[in-house]
């Protein structure tokens, strides 16, 4: 995974001797709910294009795939409760790319989508990712939607994965 220069991207270790349940992105035989924005539909596009090859790459099958465009980030959180209440997907990415304007509408709108997102995941107990781009402009933006430092929308995909599979290998650990 690719990081910002100031993050420690060093790996995650284990202590010997204690149980470890840690999930993979594995999708095979999952569903997938898809929730983007169209504001900043440049950006989001690259996003989803990341997305998906991620989720491809997993073994999702692309026709368990379904997208939910909404018109912003704002809207994200709402998007991603429907389709997580349905209880037909493993997991729902969401996508959306909000860029700091004149104004502090940027902290409103990125607040929103950050805990209700957080709180579409907490209520339904199926993995809600955040592949929502919070940048101060188009260029921070374009590194991290498929550029120099990566794509978010990737990494959102694989997040979810990973969640859905942990859940699993803890349902089964519980004889559920
Ligand atoms: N939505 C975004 O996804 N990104 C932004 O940068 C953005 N800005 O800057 O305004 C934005 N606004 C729209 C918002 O998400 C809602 O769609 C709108 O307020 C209607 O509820």
Redesign the pocket.
Known sequence: MLGSPEHAIGRLRMPEGVGVIEGSPNGQRRAVGIVV????GEI?SKLLDGAIAALEEAGVERDRIDIVP???????PLGAMALARTRKYSCVVAL??????QTP??DF?AGE?ASGLQLAALETGIPVSFG?LTCDNREQAEARAGGALGNKGTEAARSALEMADVFGLLRSRAGQ
């Open positions: 924005g169209r504001f900043n989001t909404v018109p912003g980030a704002f809207e994200l959306g790319c909000v860029i700091r304007g509408h940027f709108v989508a929502v």
